[in-house]
Each structure stands twice: as C-alpha cells, then as structure tokens.
C-alpha cells in the first residue's frame, strides 16, 4: 500500500512539473514578477597591502546609554585625548571635537545578555572617512557569566532554574571618561 502511494505521487508530479515549469519559465511572468536589483557600490579602491595604523584616543563629551532615549543614526560627539601625530607632523590637535553615529543599538536580554551599541561613520577634522576603522562596538555589563551557573545549579529544583532567565543585562553607558580608539590607516588610498 505504501509503495502504491509513492508510485501514485511520482506519476502525479512527472504529469504536473512540466505544467508548473512552463509557467515559471514564461517570459511574461518572469519580466512581471522579477524586479530590478541594484548592485551595491563597493570600495575596490582600499590598499590592504599596507597595515600602518595610527591610534586615534577618543572620550565622549556627555553621558548617553541605552536605559536613556537614544536611537539610531543618533549623532554622538567625541573629543580627541591626545595629538594624533603621522611623520612627525600633528594631523589632529588635542581636544579637537569629532562625530560618529550610532549605528546599531542592542537592547539588554533575558539571561545576563549585555546591551550593546555600535559607532559607525567617524568623521574626525583632517582625515578622510575611508581611513578610518570601520566601527566600534561597546557593551553593557555581561551578567550571563554568572546567570548560567547559577541556572544550572538551581535546575534540579524545578521552576527555580527558569527564574534566572529574567536576570537582564547590563545597559550601555557612555559617558566622558569612557574611552574608545579608532585606527586611521594613512596608505589606504
């Protein structure tokens, strides 16, 4: 009986397959159906060849985080801690006021999960953009390293273990002491 199902499926398929491809396959249907992709701009113009990096110390100018209203695309204002000097010349002074924007925000989950919040698109005075590192990502306080033992131990009791899965994170603080280092690569072209 099972067999004689199986037969009957196959000839059934073989018998509407050609139906179903001839439809797909119609130049009508496919040009209504498809829209056009546009390819995304790449950058072929980095030189990886060269790993020169110069350090760029930065401090944020006031107190933002996630347990706070901040969003995304948010501009953020940083200041630079020390002259960024590139063969033997100053590129950027101390104390010169740079910009980023927050690019990606993860609230806090269950289980200790930390917030984090990622920096894109620095622009700091006298350096070209695409020299720059690409992001920066900071995190919250990660409480799951001690929520999971504790979990475990707590497992054998029944309902307790579960408890511990509404131990949230720790939230995103960024205030003026915190300091954060971008890379500038000088050779990339």
């Given at each position: ?30 040009n209504s159906t ?49 002259d960024v000097v ?104």
């Amino acid at each position: 009986m099972l067999n004689m199902n199986k037969i009957i499926m196959t000839i059934f398929l073989l018998l509407i397959s050609p139906i179903c491809f001839a439809e797909i396959l119609d130049d009508d249907f496919v040009n209504s159906t498809l829209i056009d992709v546009k390819q995304p701009q790449t950058c072929l113009k980095y030189n990886y060849v060269s790993t020169k990096k110069v350090p760029i110390k930065l401090t944020f100018t006031e107190k933002l985080g996630t347990e706070k209203d901040v969003y995304e695309g948010q501009s953020v204002e940083l200041k630079v801690l020390n002259d960024v000097v590139l063969n033997n010349k100053v590129v950027v002074k101390k104390d010169t006021i740079a910009h980023a924007k927050i690019g990606i925000i993860i609230l806090t989950g269950m289980n200790g999960i930390p917030a984090s919040i990622i920096l894109e698109d620095f622009e700091i005075p006298n350096i070209q953009s695409n020299k720059l590192s690409g992001s920066f990502e900071l995190f919250g306080q990660d409480r799951s390293l001690f929520v999971f033992p504790l979990k475990w131990a707590l497992t054998p009791l029944p309902p307790t273990g579960s408890l511990t899965n509404f131990i949230m994170g720790g939230h995103v603080k960024l205030k003026p002491k915190k300091k954060i280092t971008v890379y500038y690569y000088p050779d990339w072209i």
